[in-house]
């Protein structure tokens, strides 16, 4: 059995009863935790299928609340959402959703050991940038929205109307590159079909490659 047949009948046993206190449903609740990593990880090295990953991780989030609740799962959950989280783009509102997460496990980590982690400081910084720029696109306010890194992107990219429609505009653009061989030199295909399929949408999104016109992308 694949991975991702066992993530869809695990998924189907778990969904179809409430949610259980009992050392063998948490196992189960872990083990669908892991599958959504492991092949949300899968989907991210072949560079495909990013809608089926921004399921998993609401899947993902459902059962990790449900294991905070139990004090000997915050070790595993500290180390599972910090790798669900690097699966995660384009969703900035599902990304506050797991970083607040992490960061409850990671205070209640710190109440239990009595010991202060430096890694919450980072959290908590990561969660209020996350927070600010969604703050103002909501408002409408774009030209505040700040960046990340050293390169530019779209502040569209931080709409609530962005994160409605990316997966489905995805979906279509990765359908009309269907033979195209994934790998260095893919996001100048991928550009312009994601650019037309968000235009469907009644979005006008800039690419990387447009945002920062002097840098060379492989």
């Not at 092949?39 to 090295?45: A, D, T």
Request: charged share 30%; hydrophobic share 40%.
């Amino acid at each position: 059995m694949s991975a991702k047949e066992k993530y869809t009948e695990l998924l189907a046993e778990c969904s179809s009863k409430p949610l259980s206190s009992y050392g063998e449903d948490l196992d189960k609740y872990c083990e669908l935790c892991n599958l959504c990593i492991s092949l949300s990880k899968e989907n991210l090295q072949e560079m495909d299928r990013p809608w089926e990953t921004t399921e998993m991780a609401r899947v993902f989030l459902h059962y990790a609340k449900w294991l905070s609740e139990f004090a000997h799962k915050l070790n595993y959950l500290y180390s599972a959402i910090s790798e669900m989280l690097d699966c995660i783009f384009d969703h900035p509102r599902l990304k506050v959703k797991l970083l607040n997460l992490l960061l409850g496990v990671l205070r209640d980590i710190e109440a239990q050991t009595m010991h202060d982690l430096s890694i919450t400081e980072d959290v908590e910084k990561e969660l209020r940038f996350y927070q600010r720029n969604i703050e103002f696109a909501d408002q409408g306010r774009l030209d505040q929205i700040r960046e990340s890194g050293h390169l530019k992107s779209d502040p569209v990219e931080w709409t609530a109307r962005w994160e409605e429609v990316i997966d489905e505009a995805d979906r279509i653009a990765y359908s009309n590159l269907a033979d195209m061989p994934r790998g260095m030199g893919f996001c100048h295909a991928f550009w312009p079909e994601r650019t037309a399929a968000l235009a469907q949408f009644g979005i006008e999104w800039k690419s990387p490659r447009r945002m920062n016109p002097r840098v060379l992308f492989d």
